[in-house]
């Protein structure tokens, strides 16, 4: 039986790979000259036709109308409203003293200009992660950024004050302690937990507790939270009833406290300076800083710039020491 003869024309190679035949594919494969040319794993080869330009007119500083490079590019939906918003981020810089942030509501056809990011951001690598409806930004320079389709700013809620603790008659505290205060709204939500307070050292005394009442009109008490004496874990203690009543006594035993629910409401900001971030398993996790190359910090189940600051773990091992985390890959589960 004759074996048929396959003759495959090559007309996709340019440069040095021009008029080149198939018998050193492996070559033309990953060659310097071949800028259009995709080989499928039979070793099949279809020439790539390019792309058409989306937009009319190059995209430029919003100061200056300086020439851009663009960085990254980003796909961000928003389920917020019946109208399923999609917007296009893109990341450009002028390579001088201008990286700023644009969104594209027409993929990419027109931009609007969104922030400046300062010249300290030219020419880093930005990344990007979306948990729910909010787009978390970091290029390791600035402090992270989130976006839910309307509003740009940086990552972090605004928080209560911190409570005030002082030492008060004798009681069941011994240790180091912490407090934090969750305001309580009447349609039986939770807002975002008040800066901690001052870490206070107590001998077999009880805590007084003052704070400043919230401003929103809508909550109607406070969640006391509390550290143990050797821990950073935030336990409930009590609740105290009214948004004008701002002052508590706390004598309850570390033992006790325990027992009781963990804050999940930290309210505070993702460190500064992140480099990588991405969504896992309902969190929004952050990668590497310049002082913590190996770190990882995780945010608040579902809230992604809700982010405490002993939530983190060291990605490091005796033979990975020195090393930084470059990348992330998270595994996203409703």
Known sequence: MSIPIQVQLFDAFLGSQEGIHSIILPDVFSSGGSKNLWIDK???????????????????????????????LFPFRSNASAAFTRR?????????????????????????FVQDLGAGSIGTVPDFAQLGNVLIFTNGVVAPRSYDGTTWATAGGT????????AGATGNLRGHYKWKLVPFKSDATRKI???????????D???????????????????????????????????????????????KEDDLILENRGMEEHGDAPPSGIYKVEAHKQRMWYFRT?????????????????????????????????????????????
Not at 42 to 62: E, I, L, M, P
Not at 193 to 203: F, M
Not at 227 to 238: C, D, K, S
């Open 42 to 72: 039979y070793g099949r080869c279809k020439k790539v036709q390019g792309f058409a330009k989306q937009n009319s007119s190059a995209v430029t500083t919003d100061t200056g109308a300086s020439a851009t490079l663009c960085r990254a």
């Open 159 to 166: 928080q209560l004050g911190a409570p005030s603790p002082t």
């Open 88 to 112: 296009l981020i893109g990341n450009f810089d002028d390579g001088v003293n201008e990286s700023e942030i644009f969104s594209s509501t027409d993929s990419g056809a027109t931009w609007t």
């Open 193 to 203: 937990g008040s800066v901690a307070s001052a870490q206070l050292l107590l001998e």
């Open 290 to 334: 310049d002082t913590a190359t190996q770190r990882g910090y995780w945010s608040d189940p579902g809230d992604p710039d809700s982010v405490y600051a002993e939530n983190n773990l060291e990605f490091t091992d005796a033979t990975s020491m020195g090393d930084v985390i470059v990348g992330a890959e998270g595994v996203f589960e409703g």
């Open 205 to 251: 005394k009880q805590a007084s507790l003052a704070w400043t009442a919230d401003t929103d009109t809508d909550v109607v008490g406070y969640e006391v939270y509390r550290t143990t004496g050797v821990g950073a874990i935030f336990y409930f203690v009590e609740y105290v009833d009214g948004r004008t009543t701002v002052a508590f006594t706390d004598n």
